[in-house]
């Protein structure tokens, strides 16, 4: 079984730095969706209900910009000659 991490005061902001810093190189991962996911549930259970909706938000920015990505590479892909 993998290690079992025990969050402390030292660790949660930590843990907060290394989900915002992922925001930069959110497109370059096949499926972010999974951070975005383990970010809201991190803020869910250990953030303040403030850091909870800023996660949100940013997280809904990120989705969005994923999604418009999304569509410029499926349009480019539907249209390439074979």
């Known amino acids: 079984m993998g290690r079992l991490h025990r969050f402390t005061a030292k660790n949660i902001p930590r ?3 290394a989900f915002k810093e992922f ?3 959110h497109l370059a ?5 999974a951070v975005y996911e ?3 549930s991190f ?3 250990w953030g303040s209900a403030k850091e909870l909706e ?6 809904r920015k990120l989705t969005d910009a994923l999604n418009e990505k999304r569509a410029k590479v ?3 892909n539907v249209y390439l000659p074979d």
Request: hydrophobic share 40%.
């Open 43 to 45: 803020e869910e259970r």
């Open 15 to 17: 843990a907060r730095k």
């Open 54 to 59: 800023d996660a949100l938000s940013r997280v």
């Open 38 to 40: 383990a970010w809201i």
């Open 23 to 25: 925001q930069g190189a």
């Open 29 to 33: 991962v096949d499926y972010p969706e």
């Open 74 to 76: 499926s349009h480019f």
